[in-house]
C-alpha cells in the first residue's frame, strides 16, 4: 500500500497585496507586484495554491547609513550615498523585486529632515526607478505623522506601500494611505493579538483587508528567531483556519534585523575563530531569511546584495515544488 | 545608642530616633502620616520633607530636583538625622484627614488612598428567603438566678450554666478565668440579676461578658468586608438583625503599596507588617468610632465583629506575617482563623468582644468569596453558577452545589473608583449612568442619591466607556479619535481626554473627565476579568453558554449596566436575564454570617469545597489576556451580538 500524506484542509486564503501601478493603471511602474494570496502553509503545494512567490525588497536609505558594517556598505558601493543611485542599483544590478526607501533622515535624533526634501526623495526615487515602491518612515510616531502623509500624496497614483503604523498611532497615516489608493503596513510587537487587533482597527476605518500587509516583527537568527516564528506560524494557521483579520501577508524586515546581529557584523579581527565577516554577515541574513520564509513571510526587506541572491535562488528552487 | 530630637512642623510634634533611623520611621511612630507608596524604597519621590534645622544625610535620589535640594528638601524614606533637628511636612506630602484639601483629597483618592468614611448601600440579602436560622456570633441572655440555699447549693458558675441551659440547649460551655475571678462578687452586688454574652467559639459556647442588670436588649455587631482597595463596614442590631448603617473608606494600606504582593513585600520590611496592621485596624475603628456615634450606641455594647477579606488582607488585620503567601507554592498561614477577641487584633469594642474572620480558600482567593457564594446561595442549587467579583483583585467561582473552582486575577482598582482621575467611590454625588449623544456628544448622566456629581464610579466608568465606543469618540483600542475637535474633547497631561461635567455645571475642583489612560486602566482591568472568566470555565470543557446565572460582586453601589459590561467585554456575551447583580456580596455574606451560627458552618463547607485554578502557571492566560486588552475582545465572533 502507498504511503499517503496527510492533507489539511484550509477554510480561507491569505489575500492577495499588489504594490505598484503600472502607466495603464495609473502609475509609472514597469511592472508591479503581488503577494500574499496562499491558500496552504508555506510551500505545501498538496494542501492549496500558492499562486505568488514570495519576493524580496532592498532597503534603500535617504541618508548614508552610518551604523551599517563595511561589509554591507563596500557590496553596495558609493551609490549608497546617494538614495536615487542607490534605488537604481538595486532595480538594475541586484534584481529586486521592490525598492524599501526607510525616510531615516527624518527622525528627530537624526537629521531632521524637512518634510519637502523628504517628498523629493520620494519622487526622485520613483523617477529613477521602475520597479514598486515601499516607503517606511523613522519610527517616530510625531514626526512620521508628519512627514508620511505628504509622500503617500506625493505618490499618489503609484500604488506603493507605505508604513508603518502601530496601535498607538494608526489613525493619520491610514487615512492618508487609504484617500490616496496606497496599501499599508501595520505593525505589531512579537504580539498574535495585537496584529489582529491593531488590523481591526484600520479595517474598522475601511481600508480594505487587500491592502494591509502585517509586520509581525522578527528577530535575527540566535536573537528570538523561535519566537517571532512561532507567532508567524500561529497567525498564518489562524488566517488559513478562517480568520480573515489575520489573512493578510507578511512583510519581514530581516535585513534590519539579521545586520544587528554581532555575529553578522564584528570582525574576523576580534573572533579570529568566527572566520570571514563578509562570509559570516551575509549567511546570517540569508540564514534568517529562509527561516522566515518558512513561517509564511512574504516579502523580505534585505540589505547585501549577496544574500539577496541566495535567497532569491533559494525561493525559486522552493517554488518548484 | 546615640538618640536625635525630630520635630515636625506643622503638628509641632517631637519625637527621640535613634541614630539610623529614617526621618520617615520616626514620623510614623510620632504618628505622623507622610506619604509613601512604594514603601520607602525611594522610588515614589512621595515623603518629601524640609530640613528647617540641623544636619541630615541621604542617600542618593533623583526624586529631588536641584532646586528641591536648595531649598531644604529631602526624601524622608532614605535621610537620616545628624543631629537634632526639624523638619517641616510640606503639603504634598502629609495625609491629614482633619484638614486634608480638596485638591489634596483628590489627588491621595487618585493614588487609592484617601477618603472618608462615607455611606454607602447596605447591601440587601441577595436571596430573598431566610436561610439560616437567627443565632448571631455573640447573643445576650438575661438571667435571674435563684439565690443559692442549703437545699440548692450548687456553685456560682453552675448556677449560670444552668439556667442558660433551662433557656437553650448549649452541651459545651467555657468560661475564662477573668470571669470566673469576678463572677461571686458581681452575682450578689447585682442581686443575681445579670446579663451574659454568649459567643460561639470554635465548637463551643463561651460565657464571653458577665454584666450586672439587663442589657440584652442592646447587642450590636459589625460586618466588615476588608478590600485591598475598600474597606466597608456595616453596625447591626444583632437582636433585631437590622442595619443601623454602612459605610466605606479606602484602605489606608495603599500608601504602601496598591496590590496585596507589593504590600506583601512591604510587610517583610521593618516594623512593615505594624504599619500594614495599623493602617487597616485605624480605619476600621475610625467606622466603628463613626457609626456607633451616629446610632448612639455604646462601645461596650459591641459584642462581635465579623470579618470578609482576601487572605492578604486577613493576615495583615491579625498581624500573621503574610510572606508565605508570595512564595512558592504558595501557602498562607492560615485559611481558617479561630475566633479570638477583637481586642488582640486591635479593634475597639467590648474589650472581650469576639473577631470571626471567615475562612478563606487559597492565598489568592480568600474569606470575601467564601462569603459571596454563600450569599448567592450557589452552594444550594444543581444549576451551574458564576460569580465574578469585580475587585482590586478579581475573583471568580464556577459551580454548583457538587463542586465548586475558583481562581483569581489581579485587575486593579479602577472599578473601584480608584486610580483613575474622577474616580470615586459607589457612594453620593458619584456619576453612575451615563449616556452620550453619538451626534453631539452631549452627556446625560445620573448621579447615586441624585444629587451634585463629584466623581464616576465604576458602573459609570462601563457606561462611559460602551458609550464612547458606540459615540465613536473612541476606537476598539480605547483611543479618542485624534481627527476629532469638540469642546468636551482636549489634550491633557494624560493623553487625550473627555469631559464627562463641566465644572462650572457641577462646581467641582476641575472638569470631571475620562482620560486616555483611564480608558487603558480600565481596559486592563476588564481583560483580566473576562480572560479568568473565560480560561476557568474552558479549564472545566464548559462553554459560557452552559451556565444558568452569572452573579456580578463589586463596590458598584446598586447599579450596572449588564448589556454595557457585556459591550465593553466585561463579561460574556450573554442574555441580560443571566445576569444578577449582587453588589458587595462578601459584605452580605459576613453579616449573614455574624447573624446565624448556621451560616458559617455552610462557610466552612464552602471554603472546604472550592478547588483553585493557579493561573499564573497557565501558558495560556497571557494570550487570553493580551486578547481581551480590545473593545469587546480582539476574537469578535466571542460576542457576535456586539455592533460598534
Redesign the interface.
Known amino acids: 500500500m502507498a504511503l499517503e500524506l496527510v492533507k489539511d484542509k484550509w477554510v480561507n486564503a491569505v489575500s492577495v497585496l499588489t504594490i505598484g501601478a503600472t502607466k495603464e493603471e495609473g502609475g509609472s511602474r514597469g511592472r508591479i507586484v503581488k503577494c500574499g494570496g496562499e491558500e496552504s502553509l508555506p510551500f505545501l503545494f498538496s494542501e492549496g495554491k500558492i499562486p505568488h512567490r514570495p519576493v524580496i525588497a532592498m532597503e534603500v536609505l535617504d541618508v548614508e547609513p552610518d551604523d551599517w558594517p563595511r561589509t554591507l556598505t563596500s557590496a553596495i558601493g558609493p551609490a549608497i550615498k546617494n538614495p536615487v543611485e542607490w534605488a537604481q542599483k538595486c532595480e538594475s544590478e541586484f534584481k529586486a523585486d521592490l525598492i524599501c526607501l526607510r525616510l531615516a533622515g527624518a527622525h528627530p535624533d537624526a537629521q531632521n529632515k524637512p518634510v519637502d526634501q523628504l517628498v523629493k526623495v520620494v519622487k526622485d526615487v520613483l523617477k529613477a526607478t521602475t520597479i514598486p515602491l515601499i516607503i517606511v518612515g523613522c519610527g517616530e510616531d510625531k514626526r512620521d505623522n508628519e512627514v508620511l502623509p505628504q509622500c503617500s500624496q506625493a505618490a499618489k497614483g503609484e500604488k506603493v506601500l507605505i508604513g508603518e503604523v502601530v ?2 498611532n494608526y ?2 497615516l491610514t ?1 492618508s494611505v487609504l484617500a490616496d489608493g496606497h496599501s499599508i503596513i501595520a505593525q505589531s510587537p512579537i ?4 496584529a ?2 491593531l488590523n ?2 484600520i479595517t ?1 476605518m475601511s481600508m480594505p483587508l487587500d491592502r494591509v500587509a502585517i509586520n509581525p516583527t522578527v528577530g535575527a537568527l540566535g536573537y528570538g528567531l523561535e519566537y517571532a516564528y512561532s507567532i508567524m506560524e500561529r497567525a498564518r494557521l489562524a488566517a488559513l483556519s478562517g480568520d480573515k ?1 489575520l489573512a493578510m501577508p507578511f512583510i519581514s524586515f530581516v535585513g534590519y534585523e539579521a545586520w544587528r546581529a554581532k555575529e553578522a557584523k564584528a570582525l574576523v579581527l576580534e573572533f579570529p575563530k568566527w572566520g570571514s565577516e563578509l562570509e559570516r554577515g551575509i549567511t546570517w541574513e540569508a540564514l534568517t531569511t529562509t527561516a522566515f520564509l518558512q513561517a509564511g513571510a512574504d516579502i523580505m526587506v534585505m540589505r547585501h546584495p549577496k544574500s539577496v541572491e541566495l535567497v532569491r535562488n533559494h525561493i525559486e528552487e522552493l517554488m518548484r515544488g | 545608642m546615640e538618640k536625635f530630637k525630630i520635630i515636625f512642623y506643622p503638628d509641632n510634634k517631637t519625637i527621640e530616633a535613634e541614630k539610623g533611623v529614617t526621618i520617615l520611621s520616626a514620623a510614623i511612630s510620632a504618628g505622623i502620616h507622610i506619604n509613601s507608596s512604594c514603601g520607602g524604597d525611594g522610588v515614589c519621590g512621595r515623603c518629601k520633607v524640609i530640613l528647617k534645622k540641623g544636619q541630615a544625610v541621604s542617600l542618593p535620589t533623583g526624586r529631588i530636583t536641584a532646586e528641591e535640594r536648595k531649598k531644604g528638601y529631602y526624601l524622608s524614606c532614605l535621610s537620616v538625622a545628624q543631629s537634632d533637628i526639624e523638619v517641616e511636612v510640606p503639603k504634598e506630602s502629609r495625609l491629614d484627614s482633619e484638614t486634608i484639601s480638596d485638591e489634596d483629597a483628590y489627588m491621595l483618592r487618585l493614588k487609592g488612598i484617601f477618603s472618608e468614611p462615607v455611606d454607602i448601600d447596605r447591601g440587601e440579602a441577595i436571596i430573598s428567603e431566610e436561610l439560616f436560622i437567627h443565632s448571631p456570633l455573640a447573643t445576650k441572655l438575661y438571667l435571674e438566678l435563684p439565690k443559692p440555699s442549703l437545699e440548692d447549693k450548687i456553685s456560682d458558675l453552675e448556677r449560670i450554666y444552668r439556667a442558660i441551659r433551662a433557656i437553650q440547649d448549649t452541651p459545651v460551655l467555657q468560661t475564662g478565668i477573668a470571669n470566673i475571678r469576678r463572677l461571686g462578687e458581681l452575682l450578689r452586688s447585682s442581686g443575681w440579676k445579670v446579663t451574659v454574652t454568649l459567643g460561639k467559639r470554635n465548637g463551643t459556647t463561651e460565657i464571653v461578658i458577665i454584666e450586672p442588670g439587663d442589657t440584652s436588649g442592646r447587642n450590636y455587631g459589625f460586618a466588615f468586608d476588608i478590600g485591598t482597595t475598600t474597606i466597608s463596614g456595616q453596625l447591626i442590631d444583632l437582636n433585631s438583625k437590622k442595619i443601623l448603617g454602612t459605610k466605606a473608606a479606602f484602605n489606608k494600606q495603599a500608601t504602601f503599596g496598591s496590590d496585596v504582593i507589593t504590600r506583601i513585600i512591604f510587610a517583610q520590611e521593618k516594623d512593615g507588617l505594624e504599619k500594614l496592621h495599623h493602617a487597616v485596624i485605624d480605619e476600621m475603628n475610625v467606622m466603628i468610632q463613626e457609626l456607633t456615634q451616629e446610632n448612639k450606641i455604646d462601645l461596650n455594647d459591641v459584642t462581635c465583629c465579623l470579618c470578609a477579606g482576601n487572605t492578604t488582607m486577613i493576615h495583615l488585620l491579625l498581624r500573621v506575617d503574610p510572606t508565605y503567601i508570595r512564595r512558592d507554592p504558595y501557602v498562607p498561614t492560615a485559611n481558617f482563623v479561630p475566633v479570638i477577641r477583637a481586642l488582640e487584633a486591635g479593634i475597639k469594642v467590648n474589650p472581650r468582644g469576639l473577631l470571626d474572620c471567615v475562612p478563606g480558600i487559597s492565598s489568592y482567593v480568600g474569606g470575601d468569596i467564601t462569603a459571596g457564594v454563600l450569599a448567592c446561595g450557589m452552594d444550594k442549587t444543581d444549576k451551574l453558577s458564576l460569580l465574578i467579583d469585580i475587585g482590586t483583585n478579581g475573583e471568580i467561582v464556577l459551580g454548583n452545589k457538587d463542586w465548586m473552582i475558583s481562581s483569581a486575577a489581579s485587575a486593579g482598582p479602577c472599578f473601584e473608583g480608584s486610580g483613575v482621575t474622577c474616580g470615586m467611590r459607589a457612594s453620593k454625588g458619584a456619576i453612575q449612568k451615563v449616556k452620550i449623544d453619538p451626534k453631539t456628544f452631549t452627556v446625560e448622566y445620573s448621579t447615586i442619591a441624585d444629587t451634585q456629581a463629584s466623581g464616576i464610579c465604576g458602573s459609570g466608568y462601563i457606561d462611559i466607556i460602551a458609550e464612547l465606543l458606540r459615540s465613536g469618540i473612541i ?3 480605547g ?1 479618542i ?3 476629532l475637535t469638540h469642546r468636551r474633547i482636549r489634550d491633557g497631561e494624560y493623553g487625550k481626554e473627555f469631559t464627562i461635567a463641566f465644572k462650572e455645571d457641577v462646581g467641582t475642583a476641575a472638569d470631571i473627565v475620562i482620560t486616555e489612560t483611564d480608558i487603558e486602566n480600565l481596559k486592563r482591568a476588564k481583560g483580566a476579568i473576562y480572560a479568568a472568566a473565560a480560561m476557568l470555565v474552558r479549564h472545566m470543557e464548559l462553554s459560557f453558554n452552559d451556565l444558568a446565572q452569572i452573579f456580578i460582586g463589586g463596590g458598584f453601589g446598586t447599579y450596572v449596566d449588564m448589556p454595557n459590561a457585556v459591550f465593553i467585554g466585561l463579561l460574556p456575551d450573554l442574555p441580560k436575564e443571566k445576569f444578577v447583580f449582587v453588589g458587595n456580596s462578601s459584605l452580605i455574606g459576613a453579616r449573614q454570617i455574624l447573624l446565624s451560627h448556621d451560616a458559617i458552618l455552610d462557610a466552612e463547607e464552602i471554603a472546604k469545597k472550592i478547588t483553585y485554578f493557579e493561573l499564573s502557571v497557565e501558558p495560556n492566560y497571557m ?1 487570553e489576556y ?2 481581551s ?2 473593545f469587546p475582545h ?1 476574537d ?1 465572533s466571542k460576542f457576535p451580538n456586539v455592533k ?1
Open positions: 496601535q498607538e489613525k493619520t487615512a504580539d498574535i493579538n495585537i489582529k487587533q481591526i482597527l474598522d483579520m | 476606537d476598539r483600542g483611543k479619535d485624534p481627527s494570550d493580551v486578547a486588552l480590545f480582539t469578535l460598534i
